[in-house]
């Protein structure tokens, strides 16, 4: 890596442009399961406005590595994160979906990657794989609704 690269990992959850109120709504109720969910502010520039709602999941805010476990490896299939932190994760993406839009995407990707693959999937599911730590290292996810 070049002098002055960083790597983080970015937790990013997004929505469709209107549904930037009830994604709000979700990112405050997720704030019980002690993980912050920082929805970005809206932008000013009205050619822009036509983008998703987009917000990271963090321990602290900004990125997500310190989530990751020791062991965990970039180029491995899934993110290899901390034991004790599988569930807050497993439930504020619950509160995500449960309180937030319809349609949600979920990606766990080093800050700057694009996903290699889309896999469609319900919130459970989603809400699964992160309790058991096999989010994908290059996966975007798109919920479906029942």
């Known amino acids: 890596m070049g002098k002055g690269v960083t790597m983080c990992l970015m937790l990013i959850v997004a929505a469709e442009p209107g549904e930037r109120e009830r994604f709000n709504h979700a990112a405050l109720q997720a704030a019980a399961a002690g ?7 809206p932008v000013k520039w009205p050619w822009a406005r036509q983008t998703p709602v987009r917000a990271t999941i ?11 476990s020791d062991a965990a490896d970039w180029d491995a299939d899934f993110w290899d994160m901390r034991p004790e932190i599988l569930e807050q994760l497993a439930r504020t993406l619950q509160i995500v979906i449960d309180e937030g839009p319809l349609r949600l995407t979920v990606e766990a990707l080093w800050d700057g990657e694009t996903p290699r693959q889309t896999a469609r999937l319900s919130g459970a599911e989603l809400v699964a794989l992160a309790r058991s ?12 609704t029942s």
């Open 133 to 144: 730590s096999r989010l994908g290292t290059k996966t975007r996810y798109e919920l479906t």
């Open 58 to 68: 963090s321990e602290k805010g900004g990125c997500a590595c310190s989530l990751l």
């Open 35 to 41: 993980l912050r969910v920082e929805v970005q502010h």
